[in-house]
C-alpha cells in the first residue's frame, strides 16, 4: 500500500474503474440492451392479442352465423371461444411482464400509455372468458338472458378491441 490507500487489480480501490461500471450502472446498462426485446415482444403480443380479436369478431364469428343455421354456427364457435379468450389473456400478461421488466428505462407516462391500456383489455378480457362465457355456455339461445349475457360480451370485446388499438398507438408514439 502507498499513501496509505488500498490497492485492488493495480489501481486504488477508490479510483474508478475504466473497465467496470458501478452495479447499478451495470443494470441500467443492461436494461437499455434489452429495451428493443421488450419492446418487441411488447408489440408482438399486442398485435397477437389485436389480430385474433379481429379476426374472430369480423371474420370468423359472422362468416359462420351468415353461412349455418344459428344452431349449428353456435356449436362451430363454442369451442373457439375458450382459447380465444385464453389466448388474450396469455398475450396480456406477456405484454404487462414486458412493460414490467422494462419500467425502469421507462418515463412515468410511458409507463402509464403501455401498461393502461392492456390493463384494461386484460381485464374485459378475464371477465369475458371467465364469468360471461361460463355463464353463456350454460343458457340456451333462445333464452333472454342469453342475449343479454352476449350483447355485455360484446360490449367487453369492444372495450377490449379500443383498448389494444390504444396500446398499438402507446407503443409506435414512443
Not at 496509505?4 to 436494461?31: F, K, N, Q, W, Y
Not at 393502461?116 to 333462445?142: F, H, K, N, Q, S
Amino acid at each position: 500500500m502507498r499513501g496509505g490507500r488500498r490497492r485492488v487489480g493495480g489501481r486504488a480501490a477508490d479510483e474508478p474503474s475504466l473497465t467496470r461500471e458501478p452495479p447499478h450502472r451495470d443494470r441500467r446498462a443492461a436494461l437499455w440492451h434489452a429495451r428493443p426485446m421488450l419492446r418487441l415482444l411488447f408489440t408482438v403480443a399486442v398485435a397477437v392479442w389485436l389480430g385474433s380479436n379481429v379476426c374472430v369478431s369480423f371474420l370468423v364469428a359472422p362468416v359462420a352465423h351468415g353461412n349455418f343455421p344459428t344452431a349449428e354456427a353456435r356449436r362451430f364457435l363454442r369451442p373457439l371461444f375458450p382459447r380465444y379468450y385464453r389466448l388474450g389473456a396469455l398475450c396480456g400478461f406477456v405484454a404487462l411482464g414486458m412493460v414490467l421488466l422494462g419500467r425502469a428505462s421507462l418515463t412515468q407516462e410511458e409507463l402509464m400509455r403501455l401498461s393502461l391500456p392492456v390493463a384494461v383489455a386484460l381485464v374485459a378480457t378475464l371477465i369475458g372468458g371467465e364469468a360471461i362465457l361460463p355463464r353463456l355456455r350454460d343458457l340456451d339461445g333462445e333464452d333472454a338472458r342469453f342475449a343479454r349475457l352476449h350483447q355485455v360480451s360484446a360490449m367487453l370485446n369492444t372495450t377490449t378491441l379500443a383498448a389494444l388499438l390504444l396500446a398499438v398507438a402507446g407503443a409506435v408514439l414512443r
